[in-house]
């Protein structure tokens, strides 16, 4: 299973394999042309409530993930067209959050490792 994280922002490759945009809402300035976009799975992105309490705040990160992660328990089937995805081929998650090291996009990696490995 390959998973890779890539901002919006950062031009595609060839070996992104399927691209899956995981943000609730649509980034700023892209248009789909430019993300050469296969899916967007906006319902598997944390809830509006989560993403505001969260709001990029790192000393919130572990809780942000542990209440991501009980908010994807109930959306299980959308994970598993993820691994699917990924069990195929490569599987890219993009995101447009600034922080590459705090966001939903390596949440949502983190949560699809530990469920399915």
Known sequence: MT???????DPPSPGDGYRVLVDRLWPRGMS???LELDEWM??????????RRFH???DQ????????????EKNSELADILIQKARAGTLTLLYAARDEEHNNAIALKNYLERKYR
């Open 56 to 58: 990029h705040d790192v």
């Open 42 to 51: 906006k319902d598997i992105a944390p809830s509006n409530e989560l993403r």
């Open 3 to 9: 998973v890779i994280i890539k901002r919006v922002y």
């Open 32 to 34: 789909r042309a430019s």
């Open 61 to 72: 990160w572990e809780e942000f993930q542990e209440m991501y992660f009980k908010e994807l």
